[in-house]
């Protein structure tokens, strides 16, 4: 899998600095190449259960400027919301099924190095699917919620009006009614876009 991923990257143009066997190596490899990106597996050795996301964490931890993009063979919410926890900036997860499409991958990885988000829309999906508590988010229109979901996914303005077909400015007009809505008001303190992403997995 990790020489299959190191190729389909070289082919698409991204400079592969080095690989690691397990989490140990991975952190190290890490703190010595400082890359714009790290992809790993959520379980790795040596534990082979999810030493890969706890190595992806402290590699965040060490250096934010780093992004990462954890890959897991199951749909695990929990992992997403471990990932987001101090911001969607720079982190992504992707289910491994996703690596063989190439250009879903390579955009993850891209986004994520670029310092954007890129949450599997599989996630997002069952998230969104889920029974939940009133909250601010009933108050959002059908648009707005498609707009949110996008958003969650790791699109920015100019790509949620490209999957949506539609401008920019309105994207823009109904970003600005979901902070309304959210409560999420104009703060240097804060980031509004990943406060309404974190509002809207959490709900």
Known sequence: MREGIVRVLETSGFEVAGTAADARDLVS??????????????????DH?????????????ADPGVGVLVLSQFLEDGYAFDLVAEGAQGVGY????????LRVFTDAVRRVAEGGSALDPDVVARLVGRRRRSSA????????SEVLALIAEGFSN???????????????????SIFDKLGLHQSPEQHRRVLAVLNYLRS
């Not at 490899?29 to 040596?46: E, F, H, L, S, W």
């Not at 992707?94 to 499409?101: N, P, S």
């Not at 988010?137 to 707005?144: F, H």
Request: proline share 5%; glycine share 4%.
């Open 137 to 144: 988010l009933d108050r959002l229109t059908k648009r707005e």
């Open 158 to 176: 100019a790509g949620v009006a490209q999957q949506l077909v539609v401008t920019v400015a309105a994207v823009e007009r109904h970003v600005t």
């Open 29 to 46: 490899k890490a703190r010595v190449y400082r890359p714009d990106v790290v992809v790993t597996d959520i379980q790795m050795p040596p």
């Open 94 to 101: 992707l289910l491994k099924e996703k690596v063989g499409d």
């Open 49 to 61: 259960a999810d030493d890969g996301l706890r190595a992806a964490l402290e590699i965040r931890a």
